[in-house]
C-alpha cells in the first residue's frame, strides 16, 4: 500500500515537471514569488498639478485715467448746444478726475484641473493647461490720486469711478498680450518641473483662446 502511494506521489512530481518545460505554468521557483505592481501615476499627477491652484505668472502695472462730470439739474451738455449763449456757464458743473495705477496678474487656475488632460508613455508625459485668465486686479488707496475735484462727490461716486479704473486697467492688459504672456510662462514653468521630477520628455500645451476673454472686475 506505502508503495503504491511513493509511486503515486513520483508519478505527479513528474508531471509536474513535464508541465513546467512546456510552459503551460510558471516555474516553481517563480510561481510564489511577489508580482511587481503597477502603478498608475497619473492621478498622483493630476493631484501635484491641482495642488498648484494658481500658477500666476504675469504682472502687468498700468496707469489709467478715469473721470466723472455732474451736468446742473443732471441734464446732458447736448441739450444746451442749441440754445443761444452759453446757459451752462452760469451754473457750477462738477467734475472729478482720478489717476489710478494697478497692477493686473494672469495666469493659470489649476485648481479644477481636467485628468484627461495628462497622458503617460513611459518616461514621456504630456499636459495640457487650462487657458490662462484674469486671476487679480489689485489697486491700493496710495494707487489713486485725485487729480480734479470739482463740486461734491460722496464716496459712492468714487467707488464707481475706481471699477472703471479697473476695468481699463483689464483691458489694456489685454491688449499688451497678458494672457499670451501667461500661457507661454506658465508652459516653462511646468515643463520644467516635471523635467526636474525625472521624466526626459515634457511636452506641455495650452489650451486655445476660443472667444475674447473677460477681466475680472
Known sequence: MLRRIFLWIALIFILLLVVQRT???????????PK?????????LVNE???????????????????????PFGIPPRIF??????????????????????????????KNFDKNKVQIQGDSLFIQLPRA????????????ETFVERGEWNEAAATI???????????????????????????????????????KEVIVTSAIHLTAPSGKQ
Not at 440754445?83 to 493686473?104: D, E, M, S
Open 49 to 71: 498639478i491641482r495642488n498648484i491652484t494658481q500658477l500666476m505668472t504675469i504682472e502687468a502695472y498700468n496707469e489709467v485715467v478715469v473721470d466723472s462730470t455732474r451736468f
Open 36 to 44: 511587481a505592481i503597477a502603478v498608475d501615476e497619473t492621478p498622483l
Open 133 to 144: 485668465v484674469i486671476l487679480d486686479v489689485i489697486t491700493n488707496p496710495s494707487d489713486v
Open 23 to 33: 510552459m503551460l505554468f510558471p516555474s516553481l521557483r517563480t510561481l510564489f514569488q
Open 161 to 199: 469711478l475706481k471699477s472703471r479704473a479697473r476695468s481699463r486697467l483689464v483691458q489694456q492688459a489685454l491688449a499688451q498680450g497678458a494672457l499670451q504672456q501667461a500661457d507661454a510662462k506658465a508652459r516653462q514653468l511646468v515643463q520644467a518641473l516635471f523635467k526636474n521630477a525625472g521624466y
Open 81 to 110: 448746444k442749441n440754445i443761444p449763449g452759453n446757459p451752462l456757464a452760469l451754473f457750477p458743473t462738477a467734475q472729478l478726475v482720478l489717476i489710478v495705477r494697478g497692477k493686473v496678474v494672469a495666469g493659470v487656475d489649476l
